[in-house]
């Protein structure tokens, strides 16, 4: 499943932050986003997963082909591990949580409730959810914030074992994950003008 955006501008607060964006994402390579702080990746990032309108051009991708991982978790606090995963599971129609406790290490930490964990235990879960969902392009939002060593080594496994069995992922990071890519600056990409987005559309509620 390719991911293929053509001529993107996206756009925060009806302002255009990045323009002119092409790139295509093929199954089984990862595409690393690289840029300073403020530059554009989130929106980027949420545009292409369709959580907001582009302002300009396209993105192109199989229908329900896309799991997003941001910055913000979003667990449910008063459910346990176990049953964030199973949730998110069916949400996606999925069953199968074994390989995610596996890869994120989870198993001593199923029965607690999520609410309890530490901010790296529970980006663990996030990031877990991602097998779960059985969606084979992943884009990750600084995947590895609050993660010890270990675990962004186990992060960067799981990402390796979903690129071997045909997925793709897209991923903005500001560290080196050790993994085989594609790097694209999108400092290139800064938008020139400052324009109004003409749908008066403002995705900052979202
Ligand atoms: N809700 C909002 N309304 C208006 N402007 C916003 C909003 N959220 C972010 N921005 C601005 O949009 C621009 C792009 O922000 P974005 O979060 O996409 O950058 P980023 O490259 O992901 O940054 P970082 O590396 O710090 O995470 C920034 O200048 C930011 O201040």
């Known amino acids: 499943m390719t991911l293929t955006v053509k001529d993107l501008t996206v756009s925060r607060g009806g302002i255009a932050v990045l323009?002119?964006?092409?790139?295509?994402?093929?199954?089984?390579?990862?595409?690393?986003?690289?840029?300073?702080?403020?530059i554009g990746k989130t929106t980027m990032l949420r545009t292409v997963a369709g959580l907001q309108?582009?302002?300009?051009?396209?993105?192109?991708a199989p229908e329900e082909s896309i799991a997003y991982a941001a910055h913000s978790?979003?667990?449910?606090?008063?459910?346990?591990?176990?049953?964030?995963?199973r949730f998110?599971?069916?949400?996606?129609?999925?069953?199968?949580?074994?390989?995610?406790?596996?890869?994120?290490?989870?198993?001593?930490?199923?029965?607690?409730?999520a609410g309890t964990l530490s901010a790296g235990q529970k980006r663990r879960l996030g990031l877990a959810r991602l097998?779960?969902?059985?969606r084979p392009?992943?884009?990750?939002?600084?995947?590895?914030?609050?993660?010890?060593?270990?675990?962004?080594?186990?992060?960067?496994?799981?990402?390796?074992?979903?690129?071997?069995?045909g997925g793709s992922a897209l991923i903005?990071?500001?560290i080196d994950l050790g993994l085989e890519g594609d790097v694209l600056d999108v400092g290139v990409f800064k938008a020139t003008g400052q324009y109004a987005d003409p749908s008066g559309f403002d995705e900052s509620f979202l």
């Not at 309108?53 to 192109?60: A, E, H, L, S």
């Not at 129609?93 to 989870?106: S, T």
């Not at 080594?153 to 979903?162: G, P």
């Open 19 to 38: 323009e002119g964006v092409n790139f295509t994402l093929t199954p089984g390579r990862a595409l690393i986003l690289r840029g300073p702080n403020g």
């Open 53 to 60: 309108p582009p302002m300009t051009g396209r993105v192109d």
């Open 73 to 85: 978790d979003g667990l449910k606090a008063m459910l346990s591990v176990e049953e964030n995963l």
């Open 88 to 113: 998110w599971a069916s949400v996606f129609g999925q069953v199968e949580i074994d390989n995610a406790v596996q890869a994120f290490d989870l198993i001593e930490l199923m029965p607690r409730l």
């Open 131 to 134: 097998l779960v969902t059985g």
């Open 137 to 165: 392009i992943w884009i990750l939002d600084e995947p590895t914030v609050s993660l010890d060593k270990q675990s962004v080594s186990r992060f960067a496994d799981a990402v390796r074992d979903h690129l071997s069995g």
């Open 172 to 174: 903005a990071t500001h």
